[in-house]
């Protein structure tokens, strides 16, 4: 007996995982398959009637609406991404697979949660620009900030210092305590570097023990001074008592001006890399008292 497969079609549309949608040129849901309360929260009866655009995320309402004039236009799109809320308030990230039918005078879209997909390329993405341990930016987004902060300065519209941080005796604290202790402290270090700064500015981890700073839309070399002053008093207080007698290090901190000091971003962070080993040099000549920046 031949298998009648027009009368299996509604039943497989609602196994499908993904959802079903029918929308017509008024963007009135017409249709839905079951897998739209996984989706969204809402049962198909709910849905059907109402404007998809309802639900969209309003910040992406825009190339939503873009998308929907090219497939109404006889363009499939198979690969577009948009935000939707769901009936609880948060949001899901889904991928479209759609097209216009003639036929029916309708567009039917295909609708994959990809929510999981997408927090998994965010982390990736974070994880490829910055330091694993701190969350501080990584050399290579550093570079570009960097470089982007240059080319914004030869217009002479905002000018730029790199402050170059390396702690002093920094690897005691791994001997003594361990390198577990050693990186709670680096992040503790990157905290209170933040906190010194303005969100326009960048802290990075670009080595071991070894930060950079990039402070954009300095005045003077008197304000790059106070702000180094600020680093090293916040570096002098001590450890919480939860990290167990653990001194805080000291640090040295070199600094390079643009354009004084360099107009290019390896001649800056040479500049800087090499002040900070003057100071280093310093300290170790003045002994343990010896400020971090001369």
Not at 200 to 213: L, N, P, Q, S
């Amino acid at each position: 007996m031949p298998v009648d497969l027009e009368a299996l079609y509604p039943r497989l549309i609602h196994l499908m995982l993904d959802t079903v949608f029918v929308v017509d040129a008024n963007n009135q849901i017409v249709f839905v398959s079951d897998a739209c309360e996984a989706l969204l929260g809402y049962r198909a009866a709910e849905l059907t009637a109402t404007a998809i655009t309802d639900y969209m995320h309003p910040d992406d309402l825009a190339i939503t609406r873009a998308s929907i004039g090219r497939v109404m236009n006889g363009q499939s799109h198979v690969d577009f991404r948009n935000r939707f809320i769901r009936k609880d308030g948060t949001v899901v990230h889904i991928l479209w697979a759609a097209l216009w039918s003639e036929q029916v005078n309708a567009r039917i879209g295909v609708a994959r949660d990809v929510t999981a997909l997408r927090k998994a390329e965010e982390a990736l993405h974070f994880l490829a620009h910055h330091d694993p341990l701190t969350g501080l930016t990584n050399r290579l987004l550093f570079t570009d900030r960097l470089s982007a902060a240059l080319r914004v300065a030869r217009r002479g519209t905002c000018s730029v210092a790199l402050l170059f941080l390396d702690l002093n005796d920094f690897k005691g604290i791994n001997d003594v305590h361990g390198h577990a202790a050693g990186d709670r402290v680096l992040c503790a270090i990157a905290r209170r570097i933040e906190g010194c700064v303005r969100e326009t500015d960048t802290v990075a981890r670009i080595g071991g023990d070894e930060f950079v700073v990039l402070l954009t839309g300095i005045q003077s070399r008197e304000a790059v001074s106070t702000k180094v002053q600020q680093i090293l008093s916040i570096m002098d207080e001590p450890l919480d008592a939860e990290f167990h007698r653990v001194d805080m290090p000291s640090c040295s901190i070199g600094v390079a001006c643009y354009p004084e000091d360099g107009e290019d971003a390896d001649t800056l962070l040479s500049h800087a890399d090499s002040d900070m080993y003057r100071i280093k040099r310093l300290r170790s000549a003045g002994g343990r008292n010896a400020r971090g920046h001369a």
